[in-house]
């Protein structure tokens, strides 16, 4: 699970964003997802004695995919990741040449804390909920970046065109260490997702964790850049999510 969100395409109250973002950072305690600062300074690497050492190894990998394939481009690049938590690949994409670099995120207490921990000038973070009129229209972006983030928004298809709408002309957006489900698969997750949170001692917040399927992208331009389900990827049993770009 990743550093942030809730659907913020539904309207909610001052008080209902603060009710769950409370409820959002007291399940990460829980799980022991949260992080000091010299911690997150340091990730996607983390000490091997670690819980979720091995999960950090995946998105080590996964990250250093996108930074690869994004440096290839060879042009300054206005980039923006929607769900940034604390920050850490949001940091790491700022370390491409020439490229100005924007986290967003509902999550007031991990965006403060990326601030805190991370100061370049081609940097920024905003704390703050994605909807069509988050920038005013004022600022188009060459890429946008999804990670581990969209499973948090209810309607891929409305997520989708608002982001669609933020891109410069060539402009494309990555979904990366993300979970997607067919269809047969939904129902069973879906009812693991409620357990999980019920024994956590927070149902609530099932309602606001969104199962998607491979097919909702369908009617979009789209493409694979990682598949978890090729044959060496399979045999090395390493890494689960997909990296997949889609473009308007």
Not at 69 to 85: D, M, S, T, V, W
Not at 191 to 220: I, N, V, W
Request: a positive charge; one cysteine or more.
């Amino acid at each position: 699970m990743k550093d942030t969100k809730f659907d913020i395409t539904q309207d909610t109250t001052p008080n209902t964003e603060e009710a769950l973002e409370e409820m959002y950072i007291a399940i990460r305690e829980k799980e022991g997802r949260t992080y000091n600062d010299k911690q997150v300074a340091q990730l996607p690497n983390i000490d091997n004695s670690h819980r979720y050492y091995k999960e950090w190894r995946k998105r080590q990998r996964s990250s250093q995919r996108l930074i690869t394939y994004l440096k290839a481009i060879q042009r300054p690049l206005n980039i923006l990741e929607i769900g940034c938590g604390n920050g850490w690949l949001t940091n790491k994409l700022a370390r491409i040449p020439h490229a100005k670099v924007t986290g967003l995120d509902t999550n007031r207490i991990e965006i403060e804390q990326a601030r805190r921990v991370f100061n370049k000038p081609n940097l920024q973070f905003i704390h703050k909920g994605f909807t069509n009129d988050t920038f005013d229209g004022k600022v188009k972006f060459d890429v946008i970046i999804f990670a581990a983030s969209l499973q948090y928004f209810s309607s891929v298809r409305t997520i989708m065109a608002d982001a669609f709408a933020l891109l410069n002309r060539d402009g494309k957006v990555h979904v990366l260490d993300t979970p997607f489900y067919h269809k047969d698969q939904v129902e069973a997750s879906v009812l693991r997702c409620q357990k999980y949170y019920t024994d956590m001692g927070f149902p609530e917040m099932a309602d606001h964790y969104f199962h998607h399927t491979l097919s909702k992208l369908h009617g979009f331009k789209h493409r694979i850049l990682f598949d978890p389900r090729g044959f060496w990827n399979r045999l090395m049993k390493k890494d689960v999510f997909y990296w997949i770009m889609l473009k308007p």
